[in-house]
């Protein structure tokens, strides 16, 4: 859902189950509280008609976060806040039959808790939010059994698999006070875009988060560890003289602030956002095109994210009906993309040649250990990304939960045939010359409005949070850094204002090559679980993308003031 700092691996892995904390765990309040109010629900409530529950699980999470920004050099706006959330879980019934509702729109909300380590107000809100869970739970079975005997479910499945119980008890962390020493570097960063007048809207933010997890459930987990992140995005706007607005951005992020580049080192990747926003302002508007498209850099691991990724997860079976369909979910054994990719995810990876990972974790939300798997072999489909949610082709978790559904975490596109950036290019322009075209479309970024991962605060129903759920086609965004490619004389354009026609999952058969350019890339999907995704360039053999001519807002009828500032400058020297 996302990255997690272990300072502690696991202690101990096992199906044995006991109560006994460890001795460093037991001036733990938080964990006390949870622990000692689970023992009470397992033991202790149940109804006149109704079981106790076989299932208890509660997951605290306390979160820091601190949000900077300025815009064009002016002091930075700070926001700090500290909260505590729960999330409960409570299910009657068996393995086999219980009270779960596991549909991705069903209500499922995070409840607030006392920031305060005072272990009373802790279980006493964790006694009220149980009760709630457990009545709830109550009414879902009676539906449940109401629904199975009178719809014939075919194959069903057990409701939740079987995991063997983990301990592992790590430190907690805290935010670091250095959000004004980051304010001064964030405030020259932005005044940059003071130096291009053509610019209209830029800011600079920095998103800096510490979350603390505990995890304990009735099968005998207990988890503690802690994550430390710091985002910074750089973003900047401008208006062609048609009135269509551009733009272009830069992100970086890190778990260790110490490692974040310097201001020296992040200003020519400001400036470069700029240059790039100024030109995209006076560049000609592009036309209908069908044919090769090659996807660079960020662009390749955008498209893939969007169309692809959210196919390599959510392929559960359970009681009830979404309102989208897996076209994937019977695919195992299928060819899927070309027999020279191969893709896999691992939430254990914590970098890639040298740069951190975001989106990784040792243990997932479900508290199961996280595990690397392959998921295309050879362009085969070999498995989904799993959670304690059975599939058809698995009867046990993988480590993938996220929000209770299996959901990809860092993935990476491999190729047992690469080529160099010289053969690309010729077998785009060959593959152009073959379809009859004047130029190739090369992209190298598509857009992603970065929230910059800001947590959901307490009373959110986390069915309102959305899935990047599995399609068999999507509108994927629009191109904010798309060239023609000339086969003449290899000429480069930039072009703007183009979009693409719906990109089914069937277009990445048709990669016809991959680069050797493997990197990673910071995205942001649809469930705004910001993580990294490692990805060589690939070309794509027809794409269709179509030229935007809607109406557009007219430009200011005044320059703006930064412009006039730089035309007096200008004047005076």
Request: proline letters at 6%.
């Amino acid at each position: 859902m996302k990255s997690k700092l272990y300072l502690l691996l696991l202690l101990l892995i096992g199906p044995a189950f006991s109560w006994a904390a460890p001795a460093f765990a037991e001036t733990d309040v938080v964990l006390n509280a949870v622990t000692d109010e689970m023992k009470r629900t397992v033991g202790e409530l149940h109804s006149e008609s109704h079981p106790k529950p076989y299932f208890v699980s509660y997951t605290v999470r306390d979160v820091e976060l601190a949000l900077l920004g300025s815009c064009l050099g002016s002091p930075a706006e700070m926001n700090r806040s500290r909260f505590r959330v729960l999330d409960p879980i409570v299910r009657i019934g068996d393995y086999k039959l219980d009270s779960s509702y596991s549909l991705t729109t069903y209500p499922h909300y995070l409840h607030s808790l006392t920031a305060d380590d005072d272990y009373d107000a802790i279980r006493n809100s964790v006694w009220l939010e149980t009760d709630k869970e457990y009545k709830a739970a109550v009414a879902n079975f009676e539906w449940k059994k109401a629904y199975l005997s009178s719809n014939t479910v075919p194959d069903r499945l057990a409701e939740m698999t079987k995991e063997p119980a983990l301990v592992s008890l790590g430190a907690t962390a805290k935010l670091p006070d250095d959000q004004q020493k980051w304010a001064q570097t964030i405030e020259k960063l932005s005044a940059i875009f003071k130096k291009y007048p053509k610019l209209q809207e830029s800011k600079v933010e920095m998103a800096q988060r510490c979350v603390n997890r505990w995890l304990v459930n009735s099968e005998g987990t207990q988890v503690r560890d802690s994550e430390l992140r710091y985002v910074l995005l750089a973003w900047a706007s401008a208006q062609a003289s048609d009135g269509m607005e551009v733009s272009d951005y830069e992100v970086f992020g890190s778990y260790d602030p110490q490692k974040i580049p310097s201001f020296e080192e992040l200003k020519p990747a400001v400036e470069a956002v700029a240059l790039r926003v100024t030109d995209l302002s006076s560049a000609p508007l592009g036309d209908d095109y069908c044919g090769p498209v090659l996807f660079k850099g960020q662009a390749a691991a955008e498209l893939f994210s969007q169309i692809m990724a959210p196919n390599l997860g959510l392929a559960e079976d359970y009681v009830g009906t979404e309102s989208w369909r897996h076209p994937l979910k019977r695919s195992i054994g299928r060819r899927i993309l070309p027999k020279f990719i191969t893709v896999t995810d691992d939430p254990t990876l914590r970098e890639f040649d040298g740069k951190p990972l975001f989106g990784g974790y040792k243990i997932d939300e479900e508290g199961v250990a996280a595990q690397k798997v392959t998921l295309v072999e050879n362009g085969i489909l070999k498995a989904f990304c799993q959670s304690r949610l059975p599939t058809k082709y698995a009867t046990a978790s993988n480590g993938h939960a996220l929000g209770g559904h299996g959901i990809y975490s860092i993935l990476k596109i491999s190729s047992s045939k690469t080529s160099t950036p010289k053969e690309l290019n010729e077998q785009m322009m060959e593959l152009a010359k073959d379809a009859g075209l004047d130029y190739v479309i090369v992209i190298d970024k598509l857009a992603d409005e970065f929230h910059l991962s800001r947590y959901p605060p307490a009373e959110t129903d986390l069915s309102h949070i959305n899935y990047a759920y599995p399609a068999y086609s999507e509108h994927s965004s629009e191109p904010t850094m798309a060239y023609r490619v000339y086969l003449k004389d290899g000429r480069r354009e930039l072009v703007r204002g183009l979009e693409f026609k719906s990109v089914t999952l069937r277009a990445f058969k048709d990669i016809q090559a991959v680069g050797d350019d493997q990197q990673a890339y910071l995205i942001e999907p649809a469930d705004y679980m910001i993580r990294h995704l490692i990805t060589p360039s690939y070309l794509i053999g027809e794409l269709e993308l179509s030229a935007v001519r809607s109406e557009h807002v007219a430009p200011p009828k005044l320059p703006s003031p930064v412009q006039l500032e730089a035309q007096s400058r200008s004047t005076s020297q």
